[in-house]
Protein backbone atom coordinates (compact mmCIF):
# COMPACT_ATOMS: atom_id res chain seq x y z
CA UNK A 1 0.00 0.00 0.00
CA UNK A 2 2.75 2.44 0.99
CA UNK A 3 4.71 1.70 -2.26
CA UNK A 4 1.04 2.44 -4.41
CA UNK A 5 0.94 5.48 -2.67
CA UNK A 6 4.21 6.43 -3.11
CA UNK A 7 4.15 5.77 -6.58
CA UNK A 8 0.82 8.05 -7.19
CA UNK A 9 2.33 10.45 -5.19
CA UNK A 10 5.26 10.64 -8.23
CA UNK A 11 3.13 10.45 -11.11
CA UNK A 12 1.15 13.02 -9.58
CA UNK A 13 3.98 15.50 -8.74
CA UNK A 14 5.60 14.85 -12.89
CA UNK A 15 1.88 15.18 -14.48
CA UNK A 16 1.27 18.54 -12.09
CA UNK A 17 5.02 19.90 -13.36
CA UNK A 18 4.23 19.41 -16.89
CA UNK A 19 0.99 20.69 -17.16
CA UNK A 20 -0.27 23.54 -14.12
CA UNK A 21 3.89 24.16 -13.70
CA UNK A 22 4.47 25.02 -17.28
CA UNK A 23 1.08 26.58 -17.39
CA UNK A 24 1.81 29.13 -14.80
CA UNK A 25 5.21 29.53 -16.22
CA UNK A 26 3.84 30.88 -19.32
CA UNK A 27 0.74 32.84 -17.34
CA UNK A 28 3.75 34.55 -15.39
CA UNK A 29 5.94 34.83 -18.51
CA UNK A 30 8.90 33.17 -17.66
CA UNK A 31 11.86 33.36 -20.10
CA UNK A 32 14.81 31.15 -19.41
CA UNK A 33 16.57 33.12 -21.65
CA UNK A 34 16.97 35.96 -19.35
CA UNK A 35 19.50 36.42 -17.24
CA UNK A 36 18.83 36.21 -13.34
CA UNK A 37 19.84 39.01 -10.76
CA UNK A 38 23.08 36.24 -9.63
CA UNK A 39 24.47 36.87 -13.12
CA UNK A 40 24.09 40.77 -13.46
CA UNK A 41 24.92 41.53 -9.83
CA UNK A 42 27.44 39.18 -9.27
CA UNK A 43 29.22 40.36 -6.20
CA UNK A 44 30.57 36.66 -4.94
CA UNK A 45 28.79 36.96 -1.59
CA UNK A 46 24.76 37.35 -1.63
CA UNK A 47 24.62 37.42 -5.58
CA UNK A 48 26.54 34.19 -6.97
CA UNK A 49 25.63 31.62 -9.83
CA UNK A 50 24.84 28.54 -9.00
CA UNK A 51 24.23 25.11 -10.90
CA UNK A 52 21.63 23.84 -11.30
CA UNK A 53 21.31 20.71 -9.48
CA UNK A 54 23.21 22.54 -6.49
CA UNK A 55 20.29 25.41 -7.03
CA UNK A 56 17.75 22.83 -6.84
CA UNK A 57 19.43 21.00 -3.41
CA UNK A 58 18.92 23.83 -2.19
CA UNK A 59 15.11 24.85 -3.03
CA UNK A 60 14.08 20.58 -2.56
CA UNK A 61 15.42 21.37 1.15
CA UNK A 62 14.02 24.97 1.52
CA UNK A 63 10.43 23.67 1.33
CA UNK A 64 10.62 20.99 3.83
CA UNK A 65 9.32 23.87 6.38
CA UNK A 66 6.67 23.95 8.89
CA UNK A 67 4.03 23.09 6.48
CA UNK A 68 5.02 20.00 5.02
CA UNK A 69 5.87 19.01 8.14
CA UNK A 70 3.64 19.91 10.88
CA UNK A 71 0.85 19.81 8.16
CA UNK A 72 0.68 16.29 8.22
CA UNK A 73 0.89 15.59 11.74
CA UNK A 74 -2.11 17.43 12.67
CA UNK A 75 -4.07 15.32 9.88
CA UNK A 76 -2.41 12.24 11.00
CA UNK A 77 -5.25 12.35 13.60
CA UNK A 78 -7.35 12.14 10.72
CA UNK A 79 -5.90 9.04 9.05
CA UNK A 80 -4.11 8.16 6.27
CA UNK A 81 -5.63 9.97 3.42
CA UNK A 82 -6.11 13.59 4.75
CA UNK A 83 -2.00 13.42 5.39
CA UNK A 84 -1.64 11.45 1.57
CA UNK A 85 -3.64 14.67 0.64
CA UNK A 86 -2.25 17.23 2.04
CA UNK A 87 1.46 16.59 0.82
CA UNK A 88 0.63 16.09 -2.45
CA UNK A 89 -2.30 18.29 -2.93
CA UNK A 90 -0.15 20.74 -0.69
CA UNK A 91 2.62 20.52 -2.69
CA UNK A 92 1.44 20.80 -5.83
CA UNK A 93 -1.28 23.78 -4.89
CA UNK A 94 0.14 25.63 -2.21
CA UNK A 95 3.74 25.04 -1.45
CA UNK A 96 5.28 24.48 -5.04
CA UNK A 97 3.04 27.91 -6.49
CA UNK A 98 3.87 29.56 -2.87
CA UNK A 99 7.68 28.64 -3.68
CA UNK A 100 7.74 29.22 -7.46
CA UNK A 101 6.02 32.69 -6.86
CA UNK A 102 8.12 33.84 -4.06
CA UNK A 103 11.46 33.43 -5.80
CA UNK A 104 9.66 34.57 -9.08
CA UNK A 105 8.70 37.80 -8.02
CA UNK A 106 12.06 37.84 -5.91
CA UNK A 107 13.98 37.42 -9.44
CA UNK A 108 11.72 40.06 -10.76
CA UNK A 109 12.84 42.48 -7.91
CA UNK A 110 16.54 42.24 -8.21
CA UNK A 111 16.94 39.10 -6.10
CA UNK A 112 15.45 41.15 -3.18
CA UNK A 113 12.96 39.59 -0.30
CA UNK A 114 9.52 39.76 -0.39
CA UNK A 115 8.79 42.40 2.03
CA UNK A 116 11.06 44.91 -0.75
CA UNK A 117 8.83 43.31 -3.08
CA UNK A 118 5.55 44.39 -1.04
CA UNK A 119 7.08 48.05 -0.49
CA UNK A 120 7.61 48.04 -3.94
CA UNK A 121 3.98 47.08 -5.23
CA UNK A 122 1.83 47.85 -2.23
CA UNK A 123 3.42 50.31 -0.10
CA UNK A 124 6.01 50.89 3.43
CA UNK A 125 2.45 50.32 5.48
CA UNK A 126 2.15 46.57 3.63
CA UNK A 127 6.06 45.74 4.14
CA UNK A 128 6.23 46.77 7.77
CA UNK A 129 3.10 44.18 8.33
CA UNK A 130 4.53 41.44 6.33
CA UNK A 131 8.22 41.57 8.05
CA UNK A 132 6.29 41.84 11.36
CA UNK A 133 4.10 38.41 10.32
CA UNK A 134 7.56 37.00 8.87
CA UNK A 135 9.61 38.05 12.32
CA UNK A 136 6.97 35.77 14.34
CA UNK A 137 6.44 33.10 12.08
CA UNK A 138 10.10 32.44 11.74
CA UNK A 139 10.88 33.06 15.77
CA UNK A 140 7.72 30.29 15.94
CA UNK A 141 9.81 27.88 13.79
CA UNK A 142 13.01 28.24 14.63
CA UNK A 143 12.01 27.42 18.22
CA UNK A 144 9.59 24.55 17.37
CA UNK A 145 12.90 23.09 15.17
CA UNK A 146 15.40 23.55 17.37
CA UNK A 147 13.60 22.43 20.23
CA UNK A 148 13.18 19.34 17.96
CA UNK A 149 16.95 18.80 17.14
CA UNK A 150 18.51 19.65 20.32
CA UNK A 151 16.05 16.89 21.62
CA UNK A 152 17.08 14.34 19.33
CA UNK A 153 20.96 15.58 19.80
CA UNK A 154 20.24 15.04 23.55
CA UNK A 155 19.11 11.60 23.07
CA UNK A 156 21.12 10.65 19.99
CA UNK A 157 24.57 12.10 20.80
CA UNK A 158 26.34 10.14 17.21
CA UNK A 159 23.36 12.41 15.44
CA UNK A 160 25.26 15.73 16.94
CA UNK A 161 28.47 14.82 15.90
CA UNK A 162 27.11 13.81 12.66
CA UNK A 163 25.17 16.68 12.43
CA UNK A 164 28.52 19.45 12.85
CA UNK A 165 30.56 17.35 10.82
CA UNK A 166 28.10 17.33 7.90
CA UNK A 167 27.89 21.70 8.59
CA UNK A 168 31.84 21.29 7.78
CA UNK A 169 31.84 19.42 4.61
CA UNK A 170 29.30 21.44 3.80
CA UNK A 171 31.24 24.66 4.27
CA UNK A 172 33.91 22.88 2.78
CA UNK A 173 31.84 21.45 -0.47
CA UNK A 174 31.28 24.66 -0.80
CA UNK A 175 34.25 26.25 -1.26
CA UNK A 176 35.80 23.38 -3.20
CA UNK A 177 33.11 24.04 -5.96
CA UNK A 178 32.81 27.59 -5.94
CA UNK A 179 36.77 28.79 -4.85
CA UNK A 180 38.79 25.67 -6.24
CA UNK A 181 36.64 25.19 -9.36
CA UNK A 182 36.62 21.39 -8.37
CA UNK A 183 33.97 19.59 -10.81
CA UNK A 184 30.66 18.92 -9.11
CA UNK A 185 30.43 15.18 -10.35
CA UNK A 186 33.64 14.51 -8.65
CA UNK A 187 33.22 16.75 -5.58
CA UNK A 188 29.88 14.81 -5.42
CA UNK A 189 31.43 11.55 -5.20
CA UNK A 190 33.74 12.51 -2.39
CA UNK A 191 30.99 14.29 -0.73
CA UNK A 192 28.99 11.10 -0.30
CA UNK A 193 31.59 9.02 0.57
CA UNK A 194 32.31 11.78 3.36
CA UNK A 195 29.04 11.25 4.53
CA UNK A 196 29.08 8.28 5.31
CA UNK A 197 32.59 9.09 6.86
CA UNK A 198 30.52 11.18 9.18
CA UNK A 199 28.04 9.02 9.93
CA UNK A 200 30.57 6.46 11.36
CA UNK A 201 32.28 9.16 13.43
CA UNK A 202 29.10 10.20 14.78
CA UNK A 203 28.52 6.75 16.24
CA UNK A 204 32.28 6.51 17.11
CA UNK A 205 32.56 9.87 18.63
CA UNK A 206 29.45 10.92 19.99
CA UNK A 207 29.02 14.68 21.47
CA UNK A 208 27.34 14.77 24.88
CA UNK A 209 26.03 17.93 26.13
CA UNK A 210 23.44 19.30 28.22
CA UNK A 211 19.70 20.74 26.37
CA UNK A 212 21.18 24.39 27.28
CA UNK A 213 24.31 24.32 25.68
CA UNK A 214 22.84 22.35 22.69
CA UNK A 215 20.25 24.89 22.39
CA UNK A 216 22.97 28.07 22.48
CA UNK A 217 24.91 25.65 19.59
CA UNK A 218 22.25 25.63 17.86
CA UNK A 219 21.22 28.96 17.62
CA UNK A 220 24.38 30.83 16.99
CA UNK A 221 24.63 28.54 14.05
CA UNK A 222 21.57 29.73 12.89
CA UNK A 223 22.61 33.06 13.12
CA UNK A 224 25.61 32.63 11.21
CA UNK A 225 24.25 30.28 8.65
CA UNK A 226 21.82 33.37 8.37
CA UNK A 227 24.93 35.66 7.20
CA UNK A 228 26.97 33.45 5.99
CA UNK A 229 27.83 33.88 1.76
CA UNK A 230 25.34 31.73 0.00
CA UNK A 231 27.40 29.03 -1.67
CA UNK A 232 28.05 27.94 1.77
Given at each position: ???????????????????????????????????????????????????????????????????????????S??????????I?????????????????????????????????????S???????????????????????????F??V????????????????????????????????????????????L????P????????????????????????Y?
Amino acid sequence: MALILILVAIVAFIIAYVTYGSWLAKEWGIDISRKTPAHTMTDGVDYVPAKAPVLLGHHFASIAGAGPIVGPIAASMFGWLPVFLWIVLGSIFVGGVHDFSSLFSSIRHEGKSIGHVIEKNIGLSGKKLFDLFAWLTLALVIAAFANIVVNTFVAVPAVGTTSILFIILAVGFGYATNRLNVPLGIATVFGVLLVIACIWLGLIFPIVLPFNVWYIIILVYIFIASVAPVYI
